[in-house]
């Protein structure tokens, strides 16, 4: 069964402290790992898709990493407004047929305090 | 086309009531999938369509649980008899490859 675990589940840093959130998984045949930011009340927002190892993508403050067994969401110099929870899911590959459903981790809650 | 959209945004019913939502998913998405995500949670995986054909259901989905997608365009999610434990966001998806696009979510809660 694919699994994904989060950590930590919450993360309170001060405006420009960068840090790291981690994403563990187990799957049967990595297809891609999704990283997405949800803020309260919305669905997810599409962030990041990774697919092989020591793949890496960027986009403003947030750089994603992948690496066979977990992936890292890299945050410099966050503002308040990257408050949210980070979600990472991956997809699996099932016989050469994927369906394309994703399977989460519990989430990651960023504070991030002016 | 503006994205995902599902209605109604949030539903309050009694236990026992028959609920029902829909999704308008991306024009030309042919997946739609359906999930449930509770409070602290991450999303959980409920079901599968690809154009009109439902491929795959998880077997958390009760009976009480219908999904349909009518001429592979919008989809319906039905709860019959609801219980308070299906108070949850239930989350729509489309995609054409690989990446889901969510939407808003329709927040339940069941009294």
């Known amino acids: 069964e694919d699994q994904v675990t989060q950590s930590p589940e919450a993360l309170r840093l001060q405006e420009g402290e960068s840090s790291s959130l981690n994403c563990s998984y187990t799957v049967s045949g990595l297809r891609g790992l999704f990283w997405y930011r949800q803020d309260p009340g919305k669905g997810p927002e599409f962030l990041f898709t990774l697919y092989s190892a020591g793949e890496e993508k960027e986009k403003e403050r947030l750089k994603a990493t992948l690496t066979k067994k977990e992936s890292f969401l890299h945050i410099t110099a966050p503002k308040p407004e990257d408050s949210a929870t980070y979600l990472c899911a991956v997809q699996a590959s099932a016989g050469g047929t994927s369906y394309g459903k994703l399977t989460f981790g519990q989430g990651t809650i960023l504070t991030v305090h002016p | 086309d503006t994205g995902v959209s599902q209605d109604p945004r949030h539903k309050i019913t009694k236990r026992g009531q028959n609920v029902t939502f829909r999704c308008d998913p991306i024009s030309e998405h042919n997946r739609l999938y359906w999930y449930r995500q509770t409070l602290g949670q991450g999303p959980e995986f409920l079901t599968y369509?690809?154009?009109?054909?439902?491929?795959?259901k998880s077997r958390l989905l009760s009976d009480r649980f219908s999904a349909e997608r009518p001429k592979g365009s919008f989809s319906t999610l039905e709860i019959q008899r609801t219980e308070q434990g299906d108070s949850a966001m239930y989350l729509c998806a489309s995609s054409l490859l690989g990446t889901g696009i969510f939407g808003p979510g329709t927040r339940l809660t069941v009294t």
């Open positions: 369509f690809q154009n009109e054909a439902q491929l795959e």
